[in-house]
């Protein structure tokens, strides 16, 4: 017996292959089909998401910091932090605490009342036309 494989494999598909798939299709177990369960509600019209304190203040210190053309190393080495760190606050990545921000206010040359305001500023600015007109009053309200 010198057959070779191909020979060997034409020979059981001769002998029984036919018979032997269309058994194991026979003998496939069935799946049940898929419980219909309860379909998901339409996507409603989602509220604009409002942007976050820390994305605020890292577009404002970002363009403060361009605004004098500065790299993150000079502004950085005047606030006493490392540049990674204040990429991460002009990125929004970090909550950077009260006296970080005041440091990286000093060193873009401006006061922590103006760098706040001008995130404040840029707040109310991204805020839809409907949220703005309602003033502070939703404030009072969510607080009643």
């Given at each position: 017996?010198?057959?070779?494989?191909?020979?060997?494999?034409?020979?059981?598909?001769?002998?029984?292959?036919?018979?032997?798939?269309?058994?194991?299709?026979?003998?496939?177990?069935?799946?049940?089909?898929?419980?219909?369960?309860?379909?998901?509600?339409?996507?409603?019209?989602?509220?604009?998401?409002?942007?976050?304190?820390?994305?605020?203040?890292?577009?404002?210190?970002?363009?403060?910091?361009?605004?004098?053309?500065?790299?993150?190393?000079?502004?950085?080495?005047?606030?006493?932090?490392s540049p990674q760190?204040?990429?991460?606050?002009?990125?929004?990545?970090?909550?950077?605490?009260?006296?970080?921000?005041?440091?990286?206010?000093?060193?873009?040359?401006?006061?922590?009342?103006?760098?706040?305001?001008?995130?404040?500023?840029?707040?109310?600015?991204?805020?839809?036309?409907?949220?703005?007109?309602?003033?502070?009053?939703?404030?009072?309200?969510?607080?009643?």
């Open positions: 017996m010198s057959r070779s494989f191909c020979s060997e494999r034409s020979g059981l598909e001769e002998v029984g292959g036919a018979d032997l798939a269309s058994g194991m299709a026979e003998t496939a177990p069935q799946l049940p089909p898929a419980p219909a369960g309860p379909r998901r509600p339409a996507p409603r019209d989602a509220a604009p998401v409002e942007p976050l304190w820390r994305h605020m203040l890292g577009d404002r210190l970002r363009k403060l910091r361009h605004d004098r053309g500065e790299t993150l190393g000079e502004t950085a080495a005047r606030a006493g932090v760190y204040l990429s991460e606050m002009e990125r929004g990545a970090k909550e950077p605490s009260s006296e970080m921000i005041a440091a990286v206010a000093g060193a873009l040359g401006v006061t922590l009342l103006d760098l706040t305001t001008g995130v404040a500023d840029g707040l109310r600015a991204s805020r839809p036309a409907a949220q703005r007109s309602s003033g502070g009053r939703a404030a009072v309200a969510l607080a009643a």
